[in-house]
């Protein structure tokens, strides 16, 4: 049998933990045949403790014949130990009042601290994920407070938005989703992200031919995948949660096991690439292999694009901005 995987999670509490760890447990994210280890991470706070016992004593009725152990945490330099995987769920979320520049701020602090921890602690070859918003730039803080793992280790969450590109995409050409292939996302996990389809393929077809009409993507497409979370949240009166959780299995399994020469979509420290300055938590088309992405090379940027691509660079930098201070 395989030794089994450590895999961390903050936030394990939280709403899209009590969608995220079943489905860990089961198989979905590292395979069916990779035993796994959970150490969940929450706030030093009663009440979210005891919601964490209650959603580890549902984990344990499920009897999950993968999962080897499983442990409570209130302190990360315990909760990292040792973690193959860790996913970074847990952010503070925008309280009443609070302006973004206070809101990027508690969650530098917060990612600072984890970014440390996992330096400290956690497996050299650790994998990061983080979810929690805003993703891209809690990311760059986590990254850049672990200076003694390398940089490739920590991405940020694009598959929520690459998932919703895929299934619009489905929607308007009346083709199975599992069909598309060479579809991506450029940028920020935010509304100024850039789902590209101009690559796009269904069974060897240009989607971008099928579909020929610019302003459906400029006027609908764009728009639909960029406010579908203020779209869910207007519906459901909470935020994405499941499809944000699937997001992350389908993130981590691709990452760890391979998409097998197809091309997805990762938040990664830009090596430059498309003149994205380099370090920059980018979303960019990859393709994944022995637990490695690697950037789609040589596709041409038109206008448009440059366009899309240059302002969610420039939110982001302007993010980035904003925190520097705050990194040592
Ligand atoms: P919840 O508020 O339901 O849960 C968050 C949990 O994190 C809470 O239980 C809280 O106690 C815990 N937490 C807060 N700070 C922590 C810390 N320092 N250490 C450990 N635990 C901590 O939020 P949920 O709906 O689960 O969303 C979690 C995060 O994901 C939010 O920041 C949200 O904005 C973000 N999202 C990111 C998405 C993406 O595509 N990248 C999409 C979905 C989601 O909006």
């Given at each position: 049998?395989?030794?089994?995987?450590?895999?961390?999670?903050?936030?394990?509490?939280?709403?899209?933990?009590?969608?995220?760890?079943?489905?860990?447990?089961?198989?979905?994210?590292?395979?069916?045949?990779?035993?796994?280890?959970?150490?969940?991470?929450?706030?030093?706070?009663?009440?979210?403790?005891?919601?964490?016992?209650?959603?580890?004593?549902?984990?344990?009725?499920?009897?999950?014949?993968?999962?080897?152990?499983?442990?409570?945490?209130?302190?990360?330099?315990?909760?990292?130990?040792?973690?193959?995987?860790?996913?970074?769920?847990?952010?503070?979320?925008?309280?009443?009042?609070?302006?973004?520049?206070?809101?990027?701020?508690?969650?530098a602090?917060?990612?600072?601290?984890?970014?440390?921890?996992?330096?400290?602690?956690?497996?050299r070859?650790?994998?990061?994920?983080?979810?929690?918003?805003?993703?891209?730039?809690?990311?760059?803080?986590?990254?850049?407070?672990?200076?003694s793992?390398?940089?490739?280790?920590?991405?940020?969450?694009?598959?929520?938005?690459?998932?919703?590109a895929?299934?619009?995409?489905?929607?308007?050409?009346?083709?199975?989703?599992?069909?598309?292939?060479?579809?991506?996302?450029?940028?920020?996990?935010?509304?100024?992200?850039?789902?590209?389809?101009?690559?796009?393929?269904?069974?060897?077809?240009?989607?971008?031919?099928?579909?020929?009409?610019?302003?459906?993507?400029?006027?609908?497409?764009?728009?639909?995948?960029?406010?579908?979370?203020?779209a869910?949240?207007?519906?459901?009166?909470?935020?994405?949660?499941?499809?944000?959780?699937?997001?992350a299995?389908?993130?981590?399994?691709?990452?760890?096991?391979?998409?097998?020469?197809?091309?997805?979509t990762?938040?990664?420290?830009?090596?430059?690439?498309?003149?994205?300055?380099?370090?920059v938590?980018?979303?960019?088309?990859?393709?994944?292999?022995n637990?490695?992405?690697?950037?789609?090379?040589?596709?041409?940027?038109?206008?448009?694009?440059?366009?899309?691509?240059?302002?969610?660079?420039?939110?982001?930098?302007?993010?980035?901005?904003?925190?520097?201070?705050?990194?040592?």
């Amino acid at each position: 049998a395989k030794t089994p995987m450590r895999v961390a999670v903050t936030g394990a509490a939280g709403q899209i933990g009590y969608s995220l760890l079943f489905r860990i447990a089961n198989g979905d994210m590292l395979g069916k045949d990779q035993p796994v280890i959970l150490q969940l991470l929450e706030i030093n706070d009663e009440r979210a403790q005891k919601a964490l016992k209650g959603v580890m004593m549902e984990i344990d009725d499920c009897a999950f014949p993968l999962l080897a152990g499983m442990s409570a945490h209130a302190d990360p330099l315990t909760a990292f130990k040792d973690a193959d995987v860790a996913l970074l769920v847990g952010a503070r979320p925008r309280g009443p009042g609070m302006e973004r520049k206070d809101l990027l701020e508690a969650n530098a602090q917060i990612f600072t601290v984890q970014g440390k921890a996992l330096d400290a602690v956690a497996s050299r070859n650790v994998k990061v994920l983080v979810v929690g918003n805003p993703a891209n730039t809690n990311a760059y803080i986590a990254m850049k407070s672990a200076p003694s793992l390398p940089a490739k280790n920590f991405t940020a969450m694009l598959r929520l938005d690459h998932n919703r590109a895929a299934s619009q995409i489905a929607a308007k050409t009346g083709k199975p989703v599992a069909s598309i292939e060479k579809l991506f996302v450029w940028g920020n996990h935010s509304p100024t992200m850039y789902a590209d389809y101009r690559y796009a393929e269904i069974d060897g077809q240009s989607v971008k031919t099928m579909i020929n009409d610019d302003a459906w993507n400029k006027d609908t497409f764009l728009p639909t995948v960029g406010k579908r979370g203020g779209a869910i949240i207007e519906a459901r009166g909470l935020s994405s949660a499941a499809s944000a959780a699937n997001a992350a299995i389908d993130h981590v399994h691709d990452w760890v096991l391979g998409t097998g020469g197809k091309w997805t979509t990762m938040g990664i420290p830009s090596d430059g690439s498309y003149g994205i300055p380099e370090g920059v938590m980018f979303g960019f088309p990859v393709t994944t292999e022995n637990g490695e992405y690697k950037i789609v090379q040589g596709l041409s940027v038109d206008a448009f694009s440059q366009e899309r691509i240059n302002i969610t660079l420039n939110e982001l930098l302007e993010e980035q901005n904003g925190v520097k201070h705050l990194l040592g």
